[in-house]
């Protein structure tokens, strides 16, 4: 898979690839007890060989309290690569707070492989808290308030992060979307339908470009079993 400019030089921020696994209706996940399904092993298996060419991951809150993902590489031979390469095993993992709601237990802040610690991207009222509440666990890093996209960007920029991948939720590929901070986007359509309202959608009510400034550049169309992948290059950034 063909990899874009790694660094946006206009605006001297990350490469920003906002990746999701959706239902054919948009939904992230259902109203059910546990986690929606929505990828099988393959296309796993590919979002792990993203994981491995970014140098950061960023995720919200709410995904960390929904899923509570580890947000690693999970192949060891990618490890190694990564490691030959002179980088750390995995890529620096990055939560986005709004409510300073997150649990110091979370997998997300348990170090692997010698992993610096989490950083997290705080509203500026839930700075004080985090920091005493997370510790040593995370960095607590004030995102303005509500947390600014760009803000956070720069402070990834400054500390050599060169290509960032989103991995949700829909509040934070919202944010980043409306602010026109993605370049690349991942989306992978399952063969089902969800149907209920309530559930939770990719994308949320934002400030979206009107008109045709809103269309994106497909780069790939990729059947994964009955999953389809659609890359595109987002235009305006």
């Not at 947000?71 to 060891?76: I, T």
């Not at 470009?209 to 999953?227: F, H, K, T």
């Amino acid at each position: 898979m063909g990899a874009p400019a790694t660094t946006d030089a206009r605006a001297g921020r990350p490469h920003v690839l906002a990746s999701v696994a959706m239902s054919l209706d948009g939904y992230i996940d259902d109203t059910g007890p546990g986690t929606l399904v929505l990828s099988d092993a393959e296309d796993l298996d590919r979002v792990d060989a993203v994981r491995a060419g970014v140098d950061a991951i960023l995720v919200g809150a709410g995904t960390v309290r929904a899923d509570d993902p580890r947000l690693l590489v999970r192949s060891g031979r990618r490890r190694d690569e990564r490691v030959a390469a002179g980088r750390p095993a995995s890529p620096r993992r990055v939560v986005l707070s709004a409510s300073g709601g997150l649990d110091p237990s979370a997998a997300v802040f348990v170090r692997h492989d010698g992993l610096p610690p989490t950083l997290v991207h705080a509203a500026s009222p839930a700075v004080t808290g985090l920091r005493a509440r997370l510790g040593e666990a995370a960095e607590v890093v004030d995102a303005g308030d509500p947390p600014c996209p760009a803000t956070v960007l720069a402070d990834l920029a400054g500390r050599g992060v060169e290509r960032l991948m989103i991995e949700g939720g829909g509040a934070v590929h919202t944010a980043f979307l409306t602010a026109g901070l993605v370049d690349e986007l991942q989306v992978v359509v399952a063969p089902f339908f969800v149907g209920d309202a309530r559930a939770p959608r990719f994308v949320r009510d934002g400030g979206f470009p009107q008109g045709s400034d809103r269309r994106m550049r497909l780069v790939e169309a990729r059947p994964i079993g009955d999953l389809v992948l659609l890359r595109y290059a987002v235009r305006g950034t």
